[in-house]
């Protein structure tokens, strides 16, 4: 029997003209580039001719649209879990460059390792990494083939899982992030449940270019 994976996909580019933190805030639609990584996305993971599963996404309308051609593709509904939602954030709806400057702001900006802007690494990291010990336990698609957990959330929730399950700091500079837009970062859990990365991907990145990528937390 093949190993299961679940694949971590971040959201395709988000309609972001004003360049605002959008945090968990609504209403923050793909644009047409988003939508087209999206669909990077979805064939890429097509391409593996893995079989999936089930197909998680967290609520936020940005991976919920992201999801929508991974769920065409594989005939697939989408499974709204709320644990692997973008955390929340003092400056959302605010534009970074500005709010930094601002000395009311400045008390949110004291410990970057927590960090103190918003919800702590240690639990965004407790929370996702529970999500994919479901993920991984959920029923197989027959008794040969467990079938690949696909699972759409957002940088941050991506990128400090990764560092906890590679045994690294959590905290970091936000632009050294490895988790581009609609990238793919996968992973397999070990006979005795211990969860490690075997890859990543980054479908869309010869769309990259012409991105905006300043919504994230």
């Not at 929340?88 to 930094?100: L, Y």
């Not at 010990?133 to 040969?144: G, I, K, R, V, Y």
């Not at 399950?165 to 992030?177: F, K, N, T, Y």
């Not at 970062?185 to 991105?211: C, K, M, R, W």
């Amino acid at each position: 029997m093949a190993n299961r994976q679940v694949h971590l996909v971040r959201h395709g580019e988000v309609y972001n003209p004003d360049h605002v933190l959008y945090g968990r805030l609504p209403e923050f639609h793909l644009s047409q580039l988003g939508r087209r990584m999206a669909q990077t996305a979805a064939d890429d993971l097509a391409a593996r001719g893995r079989p999936v599963a089930a197909l998680i996404a967290s609520p936020l309308i940005r991976a919920q649209e992201s999801a929508a051609p991974i769920s065409a593709r594989f005939e697939l509904d989408i499974r709204t879990e709320p644990r692997i939602i973008e955390p929340r954030n003092h400056f959302e709806g605010s534009v970074m460059e500005k709010a930094v400057k601002n000395p009311v702001n400045w008390p949110w900006l004291v410990n970057p390792m927590r960090p103190s802007w918003g919800e702590a690494y240690r639990s965004i990291v407790a929370r996702m990494t529970a999500a994919m010990t479901d993920a991984f336990a959920l029923p197989p698609l027959s008794e040969s083939e467990p079938g690949d957990v696909i699972m759409v959330s957002h940088q941050l929730p991506i990128w400090v899982t990764h560092l906890s399950l590679a045994g690294e700091r959590l905290w970091h500079d936000p632009r050294q992030r490895r988790c581009a837009l609609s990238s793919i970062t996968s992973f397999e859990q070990n006979a005795g449940g211990v969860i490690h990365e075997v890859g990543y991907s980054d479908p869309a990145g010869e769309l990259s270019g012409s991105a905006v990528d300043v919504g994230a937390v």
